[in-house]
Nanobody, 125 residues
Framework: QVQLVESGGGLVQPVGSLSLSCAASGATAGRHCMAWFRQVPGKERETVASIRTGYPFTSDYHASVEGRFTISQDNAKNAVYLQMDSLQPEDTAMYYC??????????????????WGQGTQVTVS
């Protein structure tokens, strides 16, 4: 089992920045791929960014956040981060951290992730 706890959401003005953190605990094998998703009411949950936690540590981004958001990890701290810069009102959503026990980590649909955090709200206004 893997437990995930997000933190760092909040209210920020347009073009501002926020940093989200995801603290992971439990089985390491369940965290080969880590990702951030977001969801607004009435819309499907969408991938924001993902990162493979083992070599070659590749990351992938949704086109709408490419160049503005950065996903990173710290295996020593069992944590994954999402640095969000140049935030726009359309980035407003509930952000979720997720993990899956498969090394394939690029453009993976949310239903293939086994573990989820409770979410943290990001509001850009």
């Amino acid at each position: 089992q893997v437990q995930l706890v997000e933190s760092g959401g909040g209210l920020v003005q347009p073009v501002g920045s926020l940093s989200l953190s995801c603290a992971a605990s439990g089985a390491t094998a369940g965290r080969h791929c880590m990702a951030w998703f977001r969801q607004v009411p009435g819309k499907e949950r969408e991938t924001v960014a993902s990162i493979r936690t083992g070599y070659p540590f590749t990351s992938d981004y949704h086109a709408s956040v490419e160049g503005r958001f950065t996903i990173s990890q710290d295996n020593a701290k069992n944590a994954v981060y999402l640095q969000m810069d140049s935030l726009q009102p359309e980035d407003t959503a509930m952000y979720y951290c997720a993990a899956r026990d498969n090394w394939y980590c690029r453009r993976v649909h949310h239903h293939k992730f086994e573990y989820w955090g409770q979410g943290t709200q990001v509001t850009v206004s």
